[in-house]
């Protein structure tokens, strides 16, 4: 079952652990089909959030994060990698979940690569997709939660809160 505009239209930290073990179903250009299972996310609580890109407000890096729940916001990491989120809650709301890892492959830059995905998809709807999209086939994680990674520069409150969700079954 492919997840609609209701999933995402939820606060960050909901639909953050509720993406854990969902599918992501990538269609290629010669009309193969990737799929993997999500199994480590990270939420993203907008503007007073300092981890979360949106804490600065409203910019042109930041602008698709203020977009409607289902948007793709795709940004780039060191200069070398694309990163994957997909905004939730209410439009002008700037909320987000990064996908972190999936099963068999562990990093959101490794799966971004293996997804094949770029900029090209910020702003696309993951809804609305033909190339891309999630689904759920009604596996039921087991899921621990974690502080999120490699954001010290927001500080002790924020880079200590128990945002990143985990399949304890499927992570390594």
């Given at each position: 079952?492919?997840?609609?505009?209701?999933?995402?239209?939820?606060?960050?930290?909901?639909?953050?652990?509720?993406?854990?073990?969902?599918?992501?179903?990538?269609?290629?250009?010669?009309?193969?089909?990737?799929?993997?299972?999500?199994?480590?996310?990270?939420?993203?609580?907008g503007e007073d959030d300092k981890a979360c890109h949106?804490?600065?407000?409203?910019?042109?890096?930041?602008?698709?994060?203020?977009?409607?729940?289902?948007?793709?916001?795709?940004?780039?990491?060191?200069?070398?990698?694309?990163?994957?989120?997909?905004?939730?809650?209410?439009?002008?709301?700037?909320?987000?979940?990064?996908?972190?890892?999936?099963?068999?492959?562990?990093?959101?830059?490794?799966?971004?690569?293996?997804?094949?995905?770029?900029?090209?998809?910020?702003?696309?709807?993951?809804?609305?997709?033909?190339?891309?999209?999630?689904?759920?086939?009604g596996y039921l994680p087991l899921i621990k939660t974690?502080?999120?990674?490699?954001?010290?520069?927001?500080?002790?409150?924020?880079?200590?809160?128990?945002?990143?969700?985990?399949?304890?079954?499927?992570?390594?």
């Amino acid at each position: 079952m492919k997840l609609n505009e209701d999933f995402f239209n939820r606060d960050c930290l909901e639909v953050a652990p509720d993406l854990v073990g969902k599918l992501i179903v990538r269609k290629l250009d010669d009309n193969s089909y990737i799929k993997m299972r999500i199994t480590q996310t990270e939420a993203y609580r907008g503007e007073d959030d300092k981890a979360c890109h949106a804490s600065k407000g409203k910019t042109n890096r930041t602008q698709t994060m203020y977009m409607a729940a289902g948007t793709i916001y795709v940004y780039i990491c060191y200069g070398i990698h694309y990163l994957m989120n997909i905004v939730t809650e209410k439009e002008g709301i700037p909320q987000a979940v990064l996908i972190r890892c999936c099963e068999d492959n562990e990093g959101p830059a490794k799966l971004t690569k293996s997804l094949f995905v770029d900029k090209s998809f910020n702003g696309e709807s993951i809804i609305e997709n033909s190339k891309i999209w999630l689904e759920s086939d009604g596996y039921l994680p087991l899921i621990k939660t974690a502080t999120r990674v490699g954001i010290d520069y927001a500080g002790e409150e924020w880079k200590n809160k128990p945002w990143r969700y985990i399949d304890i079954n499927l992570s390594k």
